[in-house]
């Protein structure tokens, strides 16, 4: 069964464009894991100018997330990047889950 990833942040208006730049880097690496199928990205800007951006990733099935998450925790630790301390010092809330597709 295929395996929908989505991310959802808020982005303070002064951390966007660092925040744009890594998102890049990481939509860029998983499109050339095993079992990718597609990616998408919204946004929007709430009242606040904060960006609302909300990140999807469809994958195969359950076994090729995990090693698509393996893959990613990888990579960051051979840029020595660290996505919780991005978060908290650009102030950056995220929500993450896995969803599967309702089929009627």
Known sequence: MKQIFIDQFIVPAIAQQE???RM???R???KKLD???EDKAYER???RGNLICITTAIWENEYVLQ???EAV???YQQQGFDMKAMLQRLHISMERNTYQAITD
Do not use: M, Y
């Open 24 to 26: 890049k880097v990481n």
């Open 45 to 47: 800007h709430d009242e």
């Open 19 to 21: 925040f744009k730049e």
């Open 35 to 37: 079992g990718f199928v």
């Open 73 to 75: 925790q990888q990579l």
């Open 67 to 69: 090693k698509a998450k």
């Open 28 to 30: 860029d690496f998983i």
